[in-house]
C-alpha cells in the first residue's frame, strides 16, 4: 500500500493530504529504524511553533495559552431588552474598570439602532433579533444610550460604578 510521505504524521497515523507529494510505500516505513516525527506543536492563539513539549517550552506554552483566553472568560455579561420601543431596563449598572458583554435584544416587530455616543456604539438590531456589544473596562460614570429609531421613548443610562 503507498501514501503519500507528507501525509505521515507518527508511525501508522495517517492524515490526509491533498498535494501531489511522492508516494513512500507504508510497509517500508514501519519496518526501518528512520521514524518520520511529528510537526512541531503549534500555540493557539500566536502561532508560535515549539521543539518540545517538556520543561520551559511547556511552561511557556502553558502561560501563553491563559494569557490568550483568560480576558474572554473573565467578562461579564448584561442584557438590555427592547419592548414597545424602550429599554428595560431603562438604568443597567455594571462594575467598573472590568471588561464586559453587553447583549441588546430587541423584542419588538420593527428594527432599532442602539447608539451611544460616550461608548462608540452605533448598530441596527433587526427585529426579534439580539446584538452584542464588549465593551472596554470603563472609568465610574454615566455612559446614555437611545434608540436612534425611537429617540422620543428608547433613552437609557449605563451606570458604571
Known amino acids: 500500500m503507498a501514501i503519500p510521505a507528507a501525509s505521515i504524521q507518527r ?6 493530504r491533498r498535494d501531489k507529494a511522492p508516494l513512500v ?7 526501518s529504524p528512520l521514524t518520520l516525527a511529528a510537526p512541531a506543536p503549534t500555540l ?25 483566553f483568560s480576558g474572554a472568560a473573565a467578562a461579564e455579561s448584561y442584557t438590555l431588552m427592547i419592548k414597545d420601543h424602550k429599554f428595560d431596563p431603562a438604568e443597567l449598572k455594571i462594575p467598573a474598570d472590568k471588561a464586559a458583554t453587553l447583549v441588546v435584544r430587541n423584542l419588538d416587530g420593527t428594527p432599532e439602532e442602539f447608539e451611544s ?16 456589544f464588549q465593551l472596554r473596562a470603563l472609568k ?10 425611537h429617540e422620543d421613548s428608547a433613552k437609557g443610562e449605563l451606570v458604571v460604578e
Open 11 to 16: 508511525a501508522g497515523t495517517l492524515r490526509r
Open 25 to 31: 510505500n507504508l510497509e517500508t516505513i514501519q519496518t
Open 44 to 68: 493557539p492563539c500566536t502561532g508560535v511553533k515549539l521543539e518540545k513539549e517538556t520543561g520551559m517550552n511547556r511552561r511557556a506554552a502553558v502561560f501563553v495559552f491563559a494569557m490568550c
Open 117 to 132: 455616543k460616550p461608548l462608540r456604539i452605533e448598530k441596527v438590531v433587526p427585529a426579534n433579533s439580539e446584538a452584542t
Open 140 to 149: 465610574p460614570g454615566r455612559y446614555k444610550f437611545f434608540g436612534e429609531f
